[in-house]
Nanobody, 121 residues
Framework: QVQLVESGGGLVQPGGSLRLSCAASGSIFSITDMGWYRQAPGKQRDEVARISSVRSTNYADSVKGRFTISRDNAKKMVYLQMNSLKPEDTAVYYC???????????????WGQGTQVTVSS
């Protein structure tokens, strides 16, 4: 019913930048929070950044000042601008959206398939 597709991952050198995008589609009635998590090999999935429908934002301490989350409500998209990337940012990045549908007004968290970000020289 709701699909999320990420794009923009890849290989970048330390200090470089990447911009991740995530598009939500399907029978969406409304979306509240959108955001990004990441999971490095052998580690748990951790929240990176979150943005509400009124664009209030929260960031993990490890990315504050380097990453910026934004969204386009009309396009149902969320973005993550990542600057000054470090090797420890290497992970699979997943976007999520808390949404409901016209068929079921209860809100659920929906997830994308993930996009690999590798920071290495």
């Amino acid at each position: 019913q709701v699909q999320l597709v990420e794009s923009g991952g890849g290989l970048v050198q330390p200090g470089g930048s990447l911009r991740l995008s995530c598009a939500a589609s399907g029978s969406i009635f409304s979306i509240t929070d959108m955001g990004w998590y990441r999971q490095a090999p052998g580690k748990q999935r951790d929240e990176v950044a979150r943005i509400s429908s009124v664009r209030s934002t929260n960031y993990a301490d490890s990315v504050k000042g380097r990453f910026t989350i934004s969204r386009d409500n009309a396009k149902k998209m969320v973005y993550l601008q990542m600057n000054s990337l470090k090797p420890e940012d290497t992970a699979v990045y997943y976007c999520y959206a808390r949404a409901n549908t016209a068929r079921n007004m209860r809100f659920y968290d929906y997830w994308g398939q993930g996009t690999q970000v590798t920071v290495s020289s």
